[in-house]
């Protein structure tokens, strides 16, 4: 991130959203809202005195509930700018306009409290959108207790904990600072279900034998448990990973857990959870107390994912995801020239997949740049001049936004370089002023004949 | 001789025609009876091409697109649902019968599904029988 920002022909614009795109491919205008940080990002020097001293906390959403933050923060310390932002909802000037303590000691005069979102038109060639995922969130899975038993945790937040910069600093605990002594890892919780996703989310099993070796690392005699349906370690050196994670002694029970409840029914599982499992290697029913119990849970499309495509006119899979080009042979482009998807955004995929697919997106771009010119889709709409009459009916449409009102001559005009060719306009005009070449209605009318003879 | 409907299918080319052709490699039997014409999108059939395909002596037309929010061109199949949503009390009107045309979502890879429709539709256009203009035809 911070070698993007330093590179001279890359503008990195953060904490900023598109808001509107229109335009075709080599001529796309976006238009951007920069939301107000409260921060001069020229004056600021990154010193972090504004974080000291700030006297308000709220939950940090970098660490998922486990740690705080204050209401002027950089959101993990790796951030890119080092830039704090002002949190407005909890910031005590916009609440009850006092305090401003960060203005007070910061020494570079930074802090405006004056900024207002500001928004910026850019002229693009080709976009790559590589919006990412949101982490599934188990609570409405009642039977795993997410938010009802302290010490079930998410992957994430467990993988907050393991951090040495996270907020226990690395150390493995429980809610009350003690050390557990048996963790229970639940595998494909909101994947593989059809109550919630269907699909497989791909980086769960690998991050869960990750898991099983941290804990291995940090607390040596701890029990690990596994619960799997199957082990998927697809990728280069995956296979291995497992067997080694066997030969450190974590117990895999194949199995989708059932329950997780503090209901003790023997002394040894007083004041434990207790994992209830299928075991279906033996064919038998287990139950399992453990100390900490952690949900991988799934990979699932971002909330906003609807207005996304909508504001792109991207297509989306069953699943939420958005839809590639073709699934084999054009998994980086969208059906709309110009516009390219790479990362989670257009499915569930670990770290190498996802810089692979985000360099062929790279890749693509640039190939058209030192090209200079698009190649267009052949089979696209045409407008018979003489024969249309002005009605607009294609106009409202298109999906594509592609055909516009020529003031002047009083018709429709079809872009070309927009049109993607299905026909719908063809199919609406009420003067069959337009053809949609290759698929013209004598075409259509000939194949007919031809079958029905 | 017991009839055999003449049925005009319009699959479009993303979803449907790939589910058709998902249907054939993976060894699907379904009724012959639908002749397939590939278009781009569902939304590119018209009431001309329906009427063509009933003057011609089709029993039944089937149009085959992708499911909603599925299509490839946005929203290309609604426009064809609108359509033949519309086109429907014409045809009953004019006496060929509104059950004679059938629109149908399939994705593209939902190849048992092209086998289910082509059966079942095949099925309804046995029980209805020839199209008006084919029995006028026998009559004659």
Redesign the interface.
């Known amino acids: 991130m911070a070698s993007v920002r330093s590179h001279e022909s890359i503008e990195l614009m953060t904490y900023s959203e598109v808001v509107e795109v229109s335009g075709y491919v080599g001529n796309f205008k976006a238009k951007i809202r920069k939301k107000p940080r409260y921060v001069d990002e020229d004056k600021c020097t990154g010193c972090g005195v504004c974080q000291e001293k700030c006297p308000y906390k709220a939950d940090s959403e970098f660490d998922v509930g486990l740690g705080s933050r204050k209401a002027i923060f950089t959101p993990f310390p790796q951030a890119v700018p080092n830039v704090p932002v002002i949190d407005p909802d909890h910031c005590a000037y916009f609440l009850r306009n006092k305090c401003r303590a960060c203005e007070k000691f910061c020494e570079a005069g930074a802090i405006d409290f004056e900024q207002t979102e500001k928004f910026v038109e850019v002229d693009v060639g080709s976009i790559i959108i590589t919006t990412g995922f949101d982490s599934f969130d188990p609570s409405p899975i009642v039977q795993y207790g997410y938010g009802i038993y302290d010490n079930v945790y998410t992957g994430l937040q467990f993988e907050r904990m393991s951090n040495a910069s996270g907020p226990t600093g690395g150390k493995l605990q429980l809610r009350d600072g003690s050390q557990p002594k048996s963790v229970a890892i639940l595998h494909c919780v909101g994947s593989r279900d059809i109550n919630y996703h269907e699909y497989c989310s791909r980086v769960c099993c690998m991050y869960s034998l990750k898991f099983s070796h941290i804990i291995r690392e940090k607390i040596p005699d701890a029990e690990i448990y596994q619960f799997y349906i199957d082990l998927r370690c697809f990728g280069k050196g995956y296979e291995e990973f497992y067997n080694r994670i066997q030969r450190e002694g974590v117990n895999f029970i194949r199995g989708r857990a059932a329950e997780v409840t503090d209901l003790a029914e023997t002394l040894e599982e007083e004041g434990k959870l207790i994992v209830l499992c299928e075991d279906t290697l033996i064919g038998r029913q287990r139950r399992i107390p453990v100390d900490m119990v952690v949900l991988s849970s799934a990979l699932e499309p971002r909330a906003d994912v609807m207005e996304t495509a909508r504001m792109f006119s991207l297509s989306r899979t069953a699943d939420g995801f958005f839809l590639e080009r073709h699934p084999k042979m054009d998994p980086v482009a969208t059906m709309t020239d110009g516009i390219f998807i790479a990362g989670c955004c257009q499915g569930p995929k670990d770290i190498p997949d996802t810089v692979a697919q985000a360099s062929a997106a790279a890749a693509r771009v640039l190939s058209m740049i030192s090209k200079g010119e698009v190649e267009i889709e052949a089979a696209t709409s045409v407008v018979d001049e003489e024969l249309c009459s002005g009605c607009k009916i294609c106009i409202e449409l298109c999906p594509y936004t592609a055909i516009s009102f020529d003031e002047e001559k009083k018709i429709a005009s079809i872009n070309e370089a927009l049109c993607k060719g299905c026909g719908t306009c063809a199919a609406a005009c009420p003067s069959g002023a337009i053809t949609s070449k290759h698929f013209t209605t004598q075409q259509m009318m000939a194949q007919i004949e031809g079958v029905l003879v | 001789m017991s009839f055999e409907p ?1 049925i ?1 299918g319009f699959f479009c080319n993303w979803c449907s025609y790939a589910a058709a052709d998902l249907a054939g490699t993976s060894r699907k039997k379904y009724a012959p009876n639908v ?1 397939v ?1 590939r ?3 569902s ?4 009431e ?2 329906i009427s ?2 009933f003057t ?3 029993d039944g037309v089937l149009v085959c697109g992708c ?1 909603p ?8 199949n609604l ?1 064809a649902r609108r ?1 033949i949503t519309g086109l429907r009390p014409f045809f009953d009107a004019i006496g060929i019968g509104g059950d004679r045309l059938r629109l149908e979502w399939i ?1 593209a890879s939902d190849g048992p599904k092209v086998a289910e429709t082509v059966n079942s539709f095949t099925e309804r256009i046995k029980q209805l029988g020839p199209s008006p203009f084919n029995r006028r035809q026998d009559e004659h």
């Open positions: 003449k005009v002749r014409i278009i781009m999108c939304g590119r059939v018209d001309r091409l063509k395909a011609m002596g089709a499911l929010g599925d299509c490839h061109y946005v929203k290309g426009s359509r994705s």
